[in-house]
């Protein structure tokens, strides 16, 4: 496992992070720490996930661990969550959930053009303060809002967003995957090159959900499989079915093939090799793949190779 560093936390952070929104059994958990994997990422809205995450946590090392949730979600009764007081009591709401005074990275869920980027800086700060939270950042916020709130941290000397988490990966999200405008923002796609640049320059870390696309890189459809799209659920069709991400896949079962390596290996090395602080969240429900994809770590990219598989070039 390789390891990296958040900015207000000072522990090292797993590359790789395993996502728990559909957590049903800790066998998952004591595979991905047996993998040297640390990190965890949860939420408020993703149900029973926080509760059994915290029942596992009982008695362990929390020193060793890295915990991150999100909170202020909209609701179908409550559209518009982005707002202090949501945030003050889903920070108490995950705490207790979760059994730990303090959360290792909280991120607000989804942002809100009704949200004042100034107010809920000043709130974050106060939760840290009082020693609920270490380091903070935003969930599908772009980088235009997460400069706007650290603008306004630097001008009042607060502590600034450290952390984000759009989709990234080799796969672009060409549509919102689940729907209803949820404001699901992501950094793939020629459109996002501005916002890519911003993330190196800014070295703001990256957890990058849907790393490989809701499965679509897994490995567990071909490309030539002429109902490959019926294997992608609901969501992963919304959001990755496109002859263009199927071509991608097409051409990482080909240089997986000759770097002896799996697709979901190579997809995940192809966003180690993006020049950010980047940490990729990975679900699944078999122990073993936890292991076999950290062998992402491993494989070796040119900017060539990674340029050809994002249909940047057409040889290598």
Not at 46 to 53: A, F, H, K, P, Q
Not at 119 to 128: G, H, M, P, R
Not at 138 to 144: D, H, I, K, Q, R
């Amino acid at each position: 496992m390789k390891y990296g560093t958040i900015s207000g936390l000072d522990k090292p952070v797993s590359r790789l992070v395993l996502g728990c929104a559909d957590l049903k059994d800790t066998a998952v958990l004591d595979a991905a720490v047996d993998a040297g994997v640390n990190a965890f990422d949860t939420a408020h809205v993703y149900g029973g996930s926080e509760e059994l995450l915290g029942r596992w946590l009982k008695g362990r090392d929390l020193d060793k661990l890295v915990i991150e949730t999100k909170g202020c979600h909209p609701t179908p009764l409550r559209p518009d969550r982005v707002t202090p007081a949501c945030l003050v009591k889903d920070v108490e709401t995950s705490l207790r959930r979760l059994g730990v005074e303090c959360i290792d990275l909280f991120l607000l869920h989804r942002d809100s053009h009704h949200a004042q980027a100034g107010e809920l800086v000043e709130t974050l700060n106060d939760l840290k303060k009082q020693g609920k939270l270490r380091a903070f950042g935003g969930s599908n916020w772009t980088a235009e809002r997460i400069q706007e709130a650290n603008d306004y941290a630097a001008a009042h000397d607060l502590e600034p967003f450290t952390v984000s988490s759009p989709h990234f990966g080799l796969a672009c999200q060409i549509r919102d995957p689940w729907g209803g405008g949820a404001g699901c923002v992501t950094l793939t796609g020629a459109d996002r090159e501005g916002e890519r640049a911003w993330y190196r320059e800014s070295g703001t870390a990256v957890l990058a959900f849907s790393s490989l696309a809701r499965g679509m890189l897994s490995g567990k459809i071909s490309a030539a499989d002429p109902k490959r799209a019926d294997k992608l659920d609901a969501a992963g069709r919304r959001g990755y079915d496109c002859p263009e991400n199927w071509e991608r896949l097409r051409r990482a079962e080909v240089l997986a093939k000759e770097k002896g390596c799996t697709v979901a290996q190579l997809s995940l090395a192809w966003l180690f090799h993006q020049d950010m602080n980047a940490y990729a969240i990975f679900s699944t429900g078999n122990p073993a793949r936890i292991a076999a994809n950290c062998g992402a770590l491993e494989v070796a990219l040119t900017r060539e190779e990674c340029r050809w598989l994002n249909l940047e070039a057409d040889g290598r």
